[in-house]
């Protein structure tokens, strides 16, 4: 075989070598619990209110399917082959409806304004950090949020706060800290309902179940992660 035969063949043979290299499978995640309905209410029945459940804001690092992780607080990265299967906005307001319509406390709970729906409140906000923090020895789960619901008769800001969790994964993997982002949703938006549940009772001059909150012990936040 001649030098540009040999050439040739050797090109082909790393083509073909190429070809048959494993190729990267894009995976898709979402946040994921089944919330359960509160319990020890104290009144029977839900507060006689309509909550329209909106699209939560989010910041625009984390306004992209693919999952952030980071390594300190100055730079983020993101995975390529790994991405959120429903944009985190929507997501994230889904759940926060479903969570809503599972604890009971209202009459009725709706995501857009229809003709005979008048919602009496309306609940958004913004998703402020939803990503992967990677040390040197753990990997962690960051969500936070800026929830608030405002009286829609007079546009006054009814209730507002900030969630803030981290928490270590069992073991560096991506679908693990996908997973401590779900019980960290679980875990702030069943303290979202305790502290709803106190804003209508005032709404109505009743008083509030006398539940406790969620153990505050059950989201553990990480130590001092940006040093």
């Not at 050797?10 to 070598?17: I, M, R």
């Not at 909106?54 to 390594?71: F, G, M, N, S």
Request: glycine residues 4%.
């Amino acid at each position: 075989m001649s030098r540009i035969g040999r050439v040739l063949a050797g090109a082909c043979a790393a083509v073909l070598l190429a070809g048959c290299a494993a190729v990267p499978v894009k995976r898709y995640y979402t946040l994921n619990y089944v919330p359960a309905p509160l319990e020890d209410r104290l009144r029977p029945g839900a507060y006689p209110f309509v909550v329209r459940v909106r699209d939560l804001a989010i910041e625009d690092a984390y306004a992209r399917p693919q999952i952030v992780y980071r390594k300190s607080a100055f730079e983020l990265e993101y995975y390529f082959y790994r991405v959120w299967a429903v944009k985190p906005s929507r997501m994230i307001s889904d759940l926060i409806h479903k969570h809503l319509v599972s604890s009971g406390l209202v009459s009725s709970v709706v995501r857009r304004f229809d003709e005979g729906t008048r919602p009496q409140f309306e609940l958004g906000g913004t998703i402020e950090a939803i990503e992967e923090y990677d040390s040197d020895q753990l990997w962690f789960a960051h969500l936070a949020l800026h929830l608030w619901m405002t009286r829609l008769s007079d546009g006054a800001v009814v209730y507002s706060r900030r969630f803030d969790f981290r928490k270590p994964v069992m073991a560096n993997q991506p679908e693990l800290v996908v997973k401590e982002m779900s019980m960290i949703l679980e875990h702030t938006l069943n303290q979202l309902m305790h502290d709803l549940d106190a804003v209508f009772a005032r709404e109505t001059g009743m008083e509030p179940a006398q539940r406790p909150g969620p153990d505050a012990d059950s989201t553990t936040d990480a130590p001092e992660l940006w040093r």
